[in-house]
């Protein structure tokens, strides 16, 4: 069984690799700024969520937290 937090991971480390793509050569505007600051917000909170899930894991005395990268769950 694979560990939902790995996933994610890789997901986010895709999605920055392909946002680094995506946006080169737009035009340096207030429309194209937010949209990669939201990208880059998304990502930033996906990885507070897996460290959370790893420290509540911890914490319980667990080597794995209960729901995968759910944090409000995982405290249950």
Same mark, same amino acid.
């Given at each position: 069984?694979?560990?939902?937090?790995?996933?994610?991971?890789?997901?986010?480390?895709?999605?920055?690799?392909?946002?680094?793509?995506?946006?080169?050569?737009?035009?340096?505007?207030?429309? $194209?700024?937010?949209?990669?600051?939201?990208?880059?917000?998304?990502?930033?909170?996906?990885?507070?969520?897996?460290?959370?899930?790893?420290?509540? +894991?911890?914490?319980? +005395? $667990?080597?794995?937290?209960?729901?995968?990268? +759910?944090?409000?769950?995982?405290?249950?």
């Amino acid at each position: 069984m694979s560990d939902k937090r790995i996933d994610v991971l890789k997901a986010i480390a895709d999605d920055m690799k392909n946002d680094a793509k995506n946006f080169d050569g737009k035009p340096f505007d207030g429309r $194209t700024v937010a949209e990669y600051f939201g990208n880059q917000g998304a990502a930033i909170a996906a990885l507070a969520n897996i460290i959370q899930s790893i420290l509540v +894991g911890y914490e319980l +005395g $667990t080597k794995k937290s209960q729901a995968g990268c +759910g944090i409000a769950e995982a405290g249950k």
